[in-house]
């Protein structure tokens, strides 16, 4: 092969790989573990620690105590966003009152689709934050439910 050919294949090669690179960070973020906590009878979940930019984020509570659980605000969650070092609250702007019972041996799912008050997330580390009143009286068994997101800002995954 040619000098001058060589100088045109060898930073072809190199830029293909760091496209491709790019694309298997973005489009595979690795890490599709669920994780769940379980406290008191009751277990709060994620279906993976790591999501793609724009991929709606999925958990769970289950209810496995002999009594009923209950949810006292719409949306029973809220989600926040560490930024400089600090959790940020990120969603949800508004909240209504309202009671919600899950009885026992029942579960209920939420789907977070990434977006916050302002815009839409981006790349970092988040957490649910889910509070379960195991009764009417008394403080809420809190489930914090850490999670990232990868990729690119600007890249949506519908």
């Known amino acids: ?19 491709g690179w790019i694309v298997v ?13 379980t406290r008191n009878g009751v277990t709060a979940g994620l ?3 790591v999501y793609r930019n724009g991929e709606d984020v999925t958990f769970w509570v289950e209810n496995n105590r002999n ?7 719409m949306p029973p969650w809220e989600i926040e966003q560490k930024v400089c070092g600090e959790w940020k609250h990120v969603y949800p702007s508004a909240v209504a009152n309202s009671v919600v019972e899950i009885p026992p041996g029942r ?11 302002y815009w839409w997330s981006s790349p970092g580390d988040y957490r ?8 009417f009286e008394g403080d809420p068994e809190v489930f914090y439910l850490p ?9 949506r995954a519908y």
């Not at 009594?67 to 605000?73: A, L």
């Not at 990232?148 to 800002?153: E, F």
């Open 47 to 49: 279906t993976k620690i």
């Open 25 to 37: 960070a973005t489009y595979f973020p690795g890490d599709s573990t669920p994780m769940s906590v």
């Open 128 to 135: 649910v934050i889910l509070p379960v009143h195991l009764s």
């Open 147 to 155: 999670f990232k997101i990868r990729g690119w800002i600007g890249i």
């Open 1 to 19: 092969m040619k000098i001058p050919q060589l100088k045109i294949i060898v930073p072809l090669l190199i830029l293909g790989s760091l496209l």
């Open 107 to 117: 579960d209920k799912t939420w789907i977070w689709h990434q977006q916050t008050d």
């Open 67 to 73: 009594g009923t659980i209950y949810f006292m605000v």
